[in-house]
């Protein structure tokens, strides 16, 4: 991969893409424009040729050619370098890769062609008048429909089969998008019959895949699912996949949030009622997969409930989710029994836009939901809502995001209930130790760490011993290996620089050739452009073995100076306490320490 990076940068002048994007003017050596990342309008973006970097000195974004792509087409790391590679021309990817993604062309091509022709289908005066019917029937208005791509799968026969015969399309590749199957016998037969069709369209706005709904009255209603999902693919995956992601993307990034609901028809009944940053997941519970998604578009993400729907279950994801994500998560409550389409038709975009703007925070959701009013005059009922609320709080380092919003919610938990702060931190040490035993017991598969929406890390606020280390061994990683024995993870204290010294620390573990270039496809814009700053910053040091030995033996100094103030805090406790026996021991092992730092 990382000839493929070396040759993309080498191929993308940075001044060249970014004066694709923005009006740039020169500024001495360097190019200036008004950054696109933040509520901008005075030219505070830097473009500098020499170095092949940009840099913003109002909200901090920095990085290369490549992260400036990620960040305004919003992609990620394979998207902006397919991106990249295209506009210059060239293959960034190796023989493996290359084949793989010719594969994924073709599957993208299928998708497009049959979505194509389920939207003739729909159209049709004859073929498609039943669906249209039923579109009629939700309040679906022609321009939505075709804005959103809506199509039709006839019941007929093998109609999509008969089509691709004629067109010459391969059937196994429809069939690796989900679109056709085969039996035992060997006979093709169409997996989408009497159904209308919901193209599945990735932010780009090509066709994925497709949601198809059976319609009513159909004959086979009864023997079928009401939905039905293309199946998972190397270009599609429903535990990732947003509808209405093409669409939204924009009205998200101007308005700095997303609201998922639950259905395809709920999506475009908002749309069509002037509300566009809304979206759906694909008949999954909103996960990390998902917020890693949302939080290229928008900052924000509202969950849309009806007041009766989804149970304790909705209510511990929407927490957890909350809990351990950066995103600004919130709840929006619709009228008991109501969806968000059937409510958009009968009350019209206001009282939906005013719930959306009501929406609390899932812990705020929750204290409403699970502490009835009363339930403090019953201990048991209250004692089992403290404990699920507990349970998915996130175990964050100290000081780190995840732990000071465990801090602020619990304080908030404190104040509601009447229940000393401190009870609640002992209870939530014992169930998070419950939890970890019962986690190593099952031995089951975690899920992939949750996503969270990193902020812009000045490398300035990180002390200056962490920042220098995982400088200079990003500039120069071949010292990772010597390093990796000497300094332990939690020895740096800013979350930023162990997370980077982590990662370095795995690629070493994982017998990968350490380096920045290897993390690209893993790091978010924001961690990639700290990575490059401090990266920069050490590869004009003459001497950076000698730095890095100054750097070990001041962790080692400060080592030994924490090692001193633990003795002498044990020692207060023991003189305290009276126990004059260890207090003797502890002053013996406070003067050894004293004596062997003052040689």
């Not at 594969?103 to 022709?117: E, I």
């Not at 917020?291 to 909705?314: E, M, N, S, Y």
């Amino acid at each position: 991969m990382n000839d493929g990076v070396e040759r993309v940068k080498a191929a993308s002048d940075i001044v060249d893409v970014v004066g694709g994007y923005l009006a740039l003017r020169t500024a001495g050596k360097t190019f200036k424009a008004v950054c696109p990342f933040h509520d901008d309008s005075r030219p505070s973006l830097d473009v500098d040729p020499q170095r092949q970097r940009y840099r913003c000195w109002a909200c901090g974004k920095y990085g290369d050619v490549i992260s400036f792509v990620q960040e305004i087409e919003r992609v990620d790391f394979t998207e902006a370098m397919d991106l990249l590679a295209r506009r210059a021309g060239i293959s960034w990817r190796d023989r493996e890769d290359s084949l793989q993604s010719g594969v994924r062309d073709r599957m993208l091509v299928a998708a497009a062609w049959a979505h194509h022709h389920f939207q003739e289908a729909l159209w049709d005066r004859h073929l498609g008048s039943p669906a249209r019917d039923y579109l009629e029937q939700r309040g679906l208005d022609e321009d939505t429909l075709k804005r959103f791509g809506v199509g039709w799968a006839p019941g007929t026969g093998n109609w999509l089969i008969q089509l691709a015969r004629d067109h010459s399309i391969e059937l196994e590749v429809l069939e690796s998008i989900g679109l056709v199957g085969r039996q035992d016998s060997g006979s093709w037969y169409d997996r989408f019959r009497d159904r209308v069709q919901f193209p599945i369209r990735n932010p780009r706005g090509q066709t994925v895949g497709f949601g198809g709904r059976i319609l009513p009255g159909s004959p086979a209603i009864d023997r079928v699912p009401k939905y039905y999902n293309s199946a998972d693919s190397s270009i599609f995956s429903k535990s990732e996949q947003l509808f209405g992601i093409d669409l939204a993307r924009e009205a998200a990034r101007q308005s700095g949030w997303l609201a998922v609901v639950e259905g395809y028809t709920d999506v475009l009944m908002a749309h069509q009622c002037g509300v566009s940053s809304v979206v759906a997941t694909m008949g999954t519970a909103l996960n990390p997969r998902h917020l890693a998604q949302i939080r290229r578009h928008a900052g924000k993400v509202i969950l849309v409930f009806d007041a009766d729907a989804g149970g304790d279950a909705g209510v511990e994801r929407a927490l957890g989710l909350f809990a351990r994500s950066e995103l600004d998560l919130t709840v929006a409550t619709l009228p008991e029994g109501k969806d968000p389409c059937d409510w958009l038709i009968e009350e019209g975009a206001e009282p939906f836009r005013r719930a959306l703007n009501d929406a609390v925070d899932p812990l705020e959701f929750t204290l409403t939901r699970w502490f009835p009013e009363g339930i403090e005059n019953r201990v048991e009922p209250m004692r089992r809502a403290v404990e699920k609320v507990l349970a998915l709080l996130p175990e964050g380092a100290s000081g780190s995001p995840e732990d000071l919003k465990a801090a602020l919610m619990i304080g908030r938990l404190s104040r509601r209930l009447g229940v000393p702060e401190d009870s609640l931190w002992a209870r939530r040490r014992e169930s998070k130790q419950e939890q970890a035993t019962a986690e190593s017991r099952r031995r089951v598969d975690r899920e992939p760490a949750s996503a969270t929406v990193e902020v812009v890390v000045e490398m300035e606020q990180i002390p200056q011993l962490e920042r220098e280390l995982v400088a200079v061994l990003l500039a120069f990683p071949e010292k990772v290996p010597e390093v990796a024995g000497r300094v332990a993870p939690e020895e740096l204290d800013h979350p930023a620089a162990r997370r980077l010294f982590l990662d370095l620390l795995g690629q070493v573990r994982a017998g990968e050739a350490p380096g920045m270039e290897g993390l690209r496809s893993i790091m978010s814009p924001a961690r990639l452009g700290l990575a490059l700053r401090l990266s920069d910053m050490a590869r004009g040091h003459g001497e950076p073995g000698r730095w890095l030995e100054e750097m070990l033996a001041s962790f080692e100094r400060r080592r030994l100076r924490e090692g001193r103030q633990q003795l002498q805090q044990r020692l207060q406790q023991a003189s305290r306490g009276g126990d004059r026996a260890a207090a003797f021991d502890l002053l013996r092992k406070v003067q050894e320490e004293g004596r062997g730092a003052s040689r």
